[in-house]
Nanobody, 124 residues
Framework: QLQLVESGGGLVQPGGSLRLSCAAS????????IGWFRQAPGKEREGVSC??????STFYADSVKDRFTISNAENTVYLQIDYLKPEDTAVYYC???????????????????WGQGTQVTVSS
């Protein structure tokens, strides 16, 4: 079965950190651009980061630069989130496509796979 599975979300205090995981089964992640997205209640989905390992291409949204770090190992893409803020509260999803430009909104493309999402809540 071809799928992406996210994990690592939770409740964390402002200023804390989380590492989200996006694990692939049934296909090789390195061949795809893996994007991370988030969607807060009442807001549009936002592409926050992307990594295409085969080319080394990365993308970070301006809203998360310097706090989010994307990496990969063993068919899993990780999103390290530091200095969490209440406005980071959202469901975080990962998805596979052909280019990080799709995630950034600069090129056309479809998403081949989506994960089910993991909830991140930042609150004191």
């Amino acid at each position: 079965q071809l799928q992406l599975v996210e994990s690592g979300g939770g409740l964390v205090q402002p200023g804390g950190s989380l590492r989200l995981s996006c694990a692939a089964s049934g296909f090789i992640l390195d061949r795809y651009a893996i994007g991370w997205f988030r969607q807060a209640p009442g807001k549009e989905r936002e592409g926050v980061s992307c990594l295409k390992s085969s080319s080394g291409s990365t993308f970070y949204a301006d809203s998360v630069k310097d706090r989010f770090t994307i990496s990969n190992a063993e068919n899993t893409v990780y999103l390290q989130i530091d200095y969490l803020k209440p406005e980071d509260t959202a469901v975080y999803y990962c998805a596979a496509t052909w280019s990080c430009g799709v995630v950034a909104g600069t090129v056309e493309g479809e998403y081949d796979y989506w994960g089910q999402g993991t909830q991140v809540t930042v609150s004191s």
